[in-house]
C-alpha cells in the first residue's frame, strides 16, 4: 500500500520539483510512499487568493490565518499525522527519521511562511514540530523536503541496497556515529593513496579499520556525539 505523504504550501512547485528525483521518485515508482502537494491558495479565505493577515498586537510581517490550512488539512484522506516545521521544534534527527517511517498513516508537512503561522492552528491540529538547527528559513519547504528524504531513506524497497541507511552517519551500524571515510578509483590522486588495508582484501582488518577511523572521526568533527 502506497502510504501519502502531503505538503501543505503556498509554494507547490518547490515540493513537485524536487519530487521528480532521487528517493521521491524511486518511493513512487515501487509503489511505496508517494509525495504531493496541496496548494494552500487554494483554500484562500477570499478571492484574491489571501492565506495571511497581519498581527494582533501589532509587529512586522504577515501571519498565516489557520481557516485555509485547517482547510487544506480536511482535504487530505484518513487521519494523518501532523508536523510543522519550526525554529521552536525539537531537533530533527536520524532516530526520529526511522520513527516515522516505521509508522502506517499518513503524514502532513505545514510549510509555514511569512512570519509564522496562527498559534491556534499549532496548538490544535500539529502533532508535532521540528527544527533543521538554530537557523532560519524563508519558509518551512526546504526542512520539509529535508525530513521526508531522510523519512523516505528508511521505507523498505525506496533504496537500491536497503542496508544503505543502516550504515549511514548517525545509524546503529555507526554506532550512532559518523561514518568511516571512502575511496575510490583512482588508487592515487594528486600524490594522496587510497589507504594500504582497503586494497588488501583481508575483510576482518578492513572491517576493523572503518570502525576505528568512524570513531575517530566521530570524535574529532562531532565530539557532541561521543557523549551520548
Known amino acids: 500500500m502506497m502510504r501519502p505523504l502531503t505538503v501543505l504550501t503556498v509554494h507547490p512547485e518547490f515540493i513537485l520539483a524536487y519530487a521528480k528525483f532521487g528517493v521521491f521518485k524511486a518511493a513512487r515508482e515501487r509503489k511505496l510512499a508517494e509525495v504531493t502537494a496541496l496548494n494552500l491558495r487554494d483554500f484562500a ?5 489571501s492565506v495571511d493577515d ?11 490565518r489557520p481557516e485555509p490550512l485547517t482547510a487544506a488539512l480536511a482535504a487530505v484522506s484518513g487521519e494523518p499525522r501532523v508536523i510543522y516545521t519550526s525554529p521552536a521544534g525539537k531537533p530533527w534527527t536520524h532516530a526520529e527519521a526511522e520513527r516515522l517511517a516505521a509508522g502506517k498513516e499518513p503524514l502532513v508537512f505545514v510549510c509555514g511562511r511569512f512570519a509564522g503561522v496562527d498559534q491556534r492552528f499549532l496548538d490544535k491540529k500539529v502533532h508535532e514540530q521540528y527544527s533543521l538547527g538554530d537557523f532560519v528559513l524563508s519558509g518551512g519547504e526546504l526542512a520539509a523536503l529535508a525530513m521526508i528524504d531522510s523519512i523516505l531513506r528508511f521505507v523498505p524497497g525506496v533504496l537500491g541496497h536497503q542496508e544503505s541507511a543502516l550504515k549511514d552517519s548517525f545509524a546503529d551500524g555507526c554506532a550512532g556515529g559518523l561514518e ?5 578509483r583512482p588508487p592515487e590522486w ?3 593513496k587510497v589507504p594500504e588495508v582497503l586494497m588488501g582484501g583481508d575483510h576482518e ?6 570502525r576505528e577511523e568512524a570513531k575517530r572521526r566521530t570524535a574529532e568533527l562531532r565530539p557532541d556525539l561521543m557523549k551520548r
Open 180 to 184: 568511516h571515510p571512502l575511496y575510490t
Open 205 to 210: 582488518k578492513i572491517a576493523a579499520w572503518r
Open 45 to 49: 479565505v477570499d478571492k484574491h487568493g
Open 54 to 64: 497581519r498581527p494582533f498586537g501589532g509587529g512586522d510581517g504577515m501571519v498565516m
Open 190 to 192: 594528486e600524490g594522496m
